[in-house]
């Protein structure tokens, strides 16, 4: 179980394969299949354990538990299964109905366990927004490699967590006005109008479940016609991901236009994943599955794009070291995917300034017991 889940979570659903897992472990695939009937057993069940880690966990913390013994909990299952945990966060879009529907009710007894003690510890409006940003910033340790000191990435995700859930109402007022965004390119060409119908259906169902066909009909062609513009369906993929790591530079760049600021580049970064959240979830759900070639710039654009958080955030926590500042930006990624996903990515000015808020404090302090 556990090789499978870094499989999937290194490679995607689609492009693991029964003989890497098998290989991993040091069986044969034969071997592999008198466990598990086929993948996709394998991988319903690799999705569902985490979730099952998390409420195990949850269930032996005793009732009356405070909020830094709860999320230290979650925490350390979180850490322990770090290169096979974040399955849940993209791929899970490729379950079944019934089974999507039993995680996510499993999911939920986690959220509602958290919001039960912010709301007891921190009395705030919006206590479920701020108890599932808080998980989201645990969770981001999955979907990265940044490597610090086991014991220092729990206190630091704790006390970024314990500071998002007691985020005040309106500490963020008026960062929405912070923001200018580049305008979605509007489709001039018959390539802008492929590209343009193919996110959307990529963001719903998943690269590997959308067909040349279906894009064809969104744009009133013969699905052979796409050939003419992409030689084939992954070069689609490539373009879209290329489109939103050039939209997020730019929102970047026009953020620090007036002088560099963390909170502007907050601001810009909830705003941006706001307006473009199809373009966002494709980049971030599919990039692993690319063949090495296609994805190494889209890495380095997002090396790029991270090493402008880095350089902002060690210069308002200078006792920081370039890793732990690294990981720090992850939890303020993961406070916006999940907090945006909680909201419904519904975009408002209230709602693009709560969750800057949350951001800001996922990383601008330091409460842990080794912290400066």
């Not at 592999?32 to 032996?60: G, I, Q, S, W």
């Not at 473009?276 to 070639?293: C, F, R, V, Y």
């Amino acid at each position: 179980m556990e090789a499978a889940g870094q499989v999937f979570s290194g490679r995607g659903y689609h492009a693991a394969s029964m003989e890497e897992i098998a290989a991993r472990v040091g069986i044969s695939a034969a071997a592999l299949y008198r466990h598990f009937p086929n993948k996709y057993a394998l991988f319903a069940e690799c999705a569902t354990v985490m979730v099952d880690r998390l409420v195990a966990a949850l269930d032996e913390a005793p009732a009356d538990a405070a909020l830094p013994d709860v999320l230290g909990a979650l925490t350390r299952v979180t850490i322990a299964h770090r290169t096979s945990g974040g399955l849940y966060r993209w791929e899970a879009r490729y379950l079944d109905r019934d089974d999507r529907r039993l995680l996510g009710a499993k999911f939920e007894q986690v959220v509602t366990r958290v919001t039960e003690v912010v709301r007891r510890e921190r009395p705030l409006p919006d206590e479920r927004l701020r108890a599932v940003a808080a998980l989201g910033a645990i969770g981001s340790i999955t979907m990265h490699h940044t490597t610090v000191a086991q014991r220092r990435i729990e206190e630091m995700l704790v006390a970024s967590a314990m500071r998002v859930a007691a985020t005040e109402p309106g500490s963020a007022a008026g960062s929405a006005g912070l923001v200018e965004l580049p305008a979605q390119p509007v489709p001039r060409t018959r390539r802008a109008e492929i590209l343009a119908a193919a996110i959307p259906l990529f963001a719903r169902d998943g690269f590997a479940n959308v067909t040349n066909g279906q894009i064809a009909q969104a744009v009133g062609l013969a699905p052979s016609a796409i050939y003419r513009h992409y030689p084939g369906k992954v070069d689609i993929l490539v373009a879209a991901c290329l489109q939103a790591a050039g939209l997020l530079a730019q929102a970047v760049e026009r953020s620090q236009r007036d002088g560099q600021s963390l909170v502007a580049l907050a601001a810009a970064y909830v705003a941006y994943s706001f307006e473009q959240n199809a373009l966002t979830s494709i980049a971030e759900a599919e990039i692993a599955g690319l063949p090495d070639d296609l994805r190494r710039p889209l890495i380095l654009a997002q090396r790029e794009h991270i090493a402008v958080w880095e350089q902002q955030l060690r210069a308002v926590r200078p006792e920081l070291d370039p890793r732990q500042a690294r990981l720090l930006v992850h939890a303020g990624f993961g406070v916006v995917v999940e907090a945006g996903r909680a909201l419904r990515w519904q975009d408002t000015p209230g709602h693009r300034e709560a969750v800057t808020a949350m951001v800001l404090e996922a990383l601008t302090r330091d409460d842990s017991p080794s912290g400066s």
